[in-house]
């Protein structure tokens, strides 16, 4: 029998976090998020080698960092290089949950012109997430349109 490239319950690109206390982030994502836990491998010096989370149907992988190895946690760097975005049924239940757990709002829940409603956050551990619910199917076409619409709205300097 053939083994799948890609293992049971994890996609072709799958998050891979660093974080400064992995212990308490998967406690954060599960508050947040209603991550569950899914492994956890201790390291040496009380630091986590590597954990799995499950946030709906999407598996993130996480681990502490290790300077010494070059592995650096936002916090370290100054700030995060990438985001995650999470699709939810309710995106402003959601959001509030997520800052009740810790997390700082970056910017408001609303309704945004490619038919999404989101917001964005900030963890406890300097990872960016938006957090979203698909309200509208849009085609591309009608995305730009909507997209030039509110570029012209805005001032030169605001673009």
């Given at each position: 029998?053939?083994v799948n490239p890609?293992?049971?319950?994890?996609?072709?690109v799958?998050?891979y976090?660093?974080?400064s206390?992995?212990?308490?982030?998967i406690?954060?994502?599960?508050?947040?998020?209603?991550?569950?836990?899914?492994?956890?491998?201790?390291?040496?010096?009380?630091?986590?080698?590597?954990?799995?989370i499950?946030?709906?149907?999407?598996?993130?992988?996480?681990?502490?960092?290790?300077?010494?190895?070059?592995?650096?946690?936002p916090?370290?760097?100054?700030?995060a290089?990438?985001?995650?975005?999470?699709?939810?049924?309710d995106?402003?239940?959601?959001?509030?949950?997520?800052?009740a757990?810790?997390?700082?709002?970056?910017?408001?829940?609303?309704?945004?012109f490619?038919?999404?409603?989101?917001g964005?956050l900030?963890?406890?551990?300097?990872?960016?997430?938006?957090i979203?619910?698909?309200?509208?199917?849009?085609?591309?076409?009608?995305?730009r349109?909507r997209?030039?619409?509110?570029l012209?709205?805005?001032?030169?300097?605001?673009?």
């Open positions: 029998m053939a890609i293992p049971e319950g994890y996609s072709s799958t998050p976090l660093i974080v206390d992995t212990a308490s982030a406690t954060f994502y599960e508050k947040a998020f209603d991550a569950t836990e899914v492994m956890r491998i201790d390291g040496p010096h009380n630091k986590i080698w590597h954990a799995e499950q946030i709906g149907n999407a598996r993130v992988m996480l681990a502490d960092e290790f300077i010494e190895m070059g592995i650096h946690c916090k370290t760097l100054g700030g290089g990438a985001s995650m975005l999470i699709y939810v049924d995106v402003d239940a959601m959001f509030v949950q997520a800052i757990a810790g997390a700082a709002k970056l910017r408001a829940v609303q309704d945004q490619y038919g999404d409603r989101s964005m900030r963890d406890p551990f300097g990872h960016i997430w938006s979203a619910t698909h309200k509208e199917d849009l085609s591309d076409e009608e995305i349109s997209s030039q619409a509110l012209n709205k805005c001032k030169p300097n605001q673009a």
